[in-house]
């Protein structure tokens, strides 16, 4: 049987461990990254929110440590305009009983994509998000005319990973990877355990973008989830699994 190797963080990677093996999967959780708040000695004042504010969370991640100092704000203005990068990042928003627009495309090209960001002209955007990542986002909109704020409110820490024990499981692998700096992370721990022809095992991405970063460091077997979700990953699996005998 196919062992799936699922590399974000413990808690998410467990709760997904979970619905997996409900369903039949053998599973091997192997966190590659922790999420930490920044400690607000080093983070930076949360932002002004006004009524006019167009206010993007990147992740759910953004959503869990942003809100604490963000939310009363928030509260002040319940017509904002909140936008979530994707699915997750608005369920997590909407626990909070805070309704956010979503793109197509879950990724800052999709958000580039929404009506609602093709002419901010002047208006405040505030883009909560962790430490790092891609600078398209911010860089487009304030092309655009939009005066953008960024706030960073967690930072990913990538601790030492022993992937050697992969070489014991007798079983095929299919692995995670939910964005591109996990997937240059796996990558780059395989290869340095001289486990490289695991590049020809099958990998599940979140996005396009990712699947390219996927073929171009060697991975052979590069399947598009519809997006990050564990519901998009879970989609992917089984329609690969269905079509093979992997399971």
Request: glycine share 6%; hydrophobic share 40%.
């Amino acid at each position: 049987m196919t062992a799936v190797v699922l590399t974000r963080p413990q808690t998410d990677s467990e709760r997904l461990s979970k619905a997996l093996q409900h369903e039949g999967f053998q599973t091997r959780v192997m966190p590659l990254m922790t999420i930490e708040a920044i400690p607000p000695s080093e983070r930076a004042v949360a932002p002004a929110i006004s009524h006019d504010t167009l206010c993007i969370f990147i992740s759910a991640n953004a959503v869990r440590f942003g809100l604490p100092q963000l939310g009363p704000e928030l509260a002040c203005y319940p017509d904002l305009t909140v936008i979530a990068v994707g699915n997750k990042t608005r369920d997590t928003l909407a626990v909070k009983g805070i309704d956010a627009q979503v793109p197509v495309r879950a990724d800052s090209e999709g958000l580039l994509a929404m009506p609602t960001l093709s002419a901010p002209d002047s208006r405040e955007v505030v883009i909560v998000k962790g430490e790092g990542g891609r600078e398209l986002l911010a860089s487009e909109l304030i092309r655009r005319g939009a005066c953008v704020t960024e706030w960073a409110c967690y930072r990913r820490c990538w601790p030492d990973v022993d992937v050697s024990e992969l070489a014991e499981i007798s079983a095929g692998l299919i692995f995670q990877a939910s964005s591109g700096e996990m997937l240059s992370r796996l990558s780059e721990l395989l290869a340095g355990e001289g486990q490289a022809d695991l590049f020809q095992s099958p990998i599940i991405v979140p996005s396009d973008r990712v699947a390219s970063l996927a073929t171009e460091i060697g991975w052979t077997q590069v399947i598009r989830a519809e997006d990050a979700s564990d519901g998009a990953f879970m989609r992917a699996l089984k329609q690969h699994t269905q079509s093979g005998t992997d399971r």
